[in-house]
T-cell receptor, first 108, second 117 residues
């Protein structure tokens, strides 16, 4: 079967750096995606990793290690508006599985 | 605004009833995905359509069905509703969406909140 694990909650200070980890177990792995969802809002695509390594998009970076079945999302220069839930998602054969989400709270 | 529209925004109905949720993808997107998000189950992929044909199926109950029409809008039909079906239902669209390949960026609509009483 498939499973994804990520921390349920993370708190970080404005201006700091935070890393949200995701470990997965799946068959037919295609890649690891990250989505952001503010309370009451829709998920928004952040990044996608198909190959090992780091992908950078502005303040956000995402990393994947296929051999370790592990990835993370790195958020730098945290802003108050980054307070949201972050989901990792694994694309497999004919399906897409989401983790249960990490609620990030940014404090002043 | 992602460009994906969903109607209705809210829906309240009783157990045993049937409802239809509607989704219009972004202009030019051929693929539509349906998701269910509930407090205890998180975000779950239900089904994907690509250019009118079913492309991938996730954890969709037999009481649920979907279709994509020639104009590419999609409908999700939920029947014999139970209390546990209360959730947010999201539709997403992407340009392509090859079978088994979820690498294409998905754009989510605002969702329909279904409450079953």
């Amino acid at each position: 079967g498939q499973s994804l694990e990520q921390p349920s909650e993370v708190t970080a200070v404005e201006g700091a750096i935070v890393q949200i980890n995701c470990t997965y177990q799946t068959s037919g792995f295609y890649g690891l995606s990250w989505y952001q969802q503010h309370d009451g809002g829709a998920p928004t695509f952040l990044s996608y990793n198909a190959l090992d390594g780091l992908e950078e998009t502005g303040r956000f970076s995402s990393f994947l290690s296929r051999s370790d079945s592990y990835g993370y999302l790195l958020l730098q220069e945290l802003q108050m508006k980054d307070s949201a839930s972050y989901f990792c998602a694994v694309g497999g054969a004919n399906n897409l599985f989401f983790g249960t989400g990490t609620r990030l709270t940014v404090i002043p | 605004d992602s460009g994906v529209t969903q109607t209705p925004k809210h829906l309240i109905t009783a157990t045993g009833q049937r409802v239809t949720l509607r989704c219009s993808p972004r202009s030019g997107d051929l693929s539509v995905y349906w998701y269910q998000q509930s407090l205890d189950q998180g975000l779950q992929f239900l089904i994907q359509y690509y250019n009118g044909e079913e492309r991938a199926k996730g954890n969709i109950l037999e009481r649920f069905s979907a279709q994509q029409f020639p104009d590419l809008h999609s409908e999700l039909n939920l029947s014999s509703l139970e209390l546990g079906d209360s959730a947010l239902y999201f539709c997403a669209s992407s340009v392509e969406g090859l079978a088994g390949d979820f690498t294409d960026t998905q754009y989510f609509g605002p969702g329909t909140r279904l409450t079953v009483l």
